[in-house]
């Protein structure tokens, strides 16, 4: 990933607190595995940390929709999406609870 597509993530990600954009400054660590690379990111206003996965390099296809067949169920080793990680935030911003609240609801 080169860093333009990095800021162009980032620039489409809110602190799920505070709202405040994550800016390239803000990238604190980049790991890459099979499944893809995570980015630990700490908001500059309130220092919450956010691990977010991102698809690896290799786009999915596009998936054909049979008129008649129900959406298949997604495979557990398909990576997260850029649109899977902004559900993620948006779920986390409307939360209010403990952390321990939050893992009983996974
Ligand atoms: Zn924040």
Redesign the pocket.
């Known amino acids: 990933m080169d860093a333009g597509s990095l800021s162009a993530i980032l620039k489409r990600l809110v602190?799920p607190?505070?709202?405040?954009r994550y800016e390239g400054a803000d990238v604190l660590f980049i790991s890459a595995g099979d499944s893809g690379k995570a980015l630990t990111l700490r908001?500059v206003?309130?220092?919450?940390r956010v691990r977010v996965m991102l698809p690896s390099g290799k786009r999915q296809p596009p998936r054909k929709a049979h008129p008649n067949a129900e959406a298949p169920a997604r495979s557990k080793r398909q990576p997260i999406s850029e649109a899977d990680v902004l559900r993620v935030q948006r779920f986390l911003a409307d939360f209010r609870g403990s952390m321990e609240q939050l893992l009983q609801q996974i």
């Open positions: 602190c607190r505070c709202r405040k908001c206003r309130c220092r919450l």
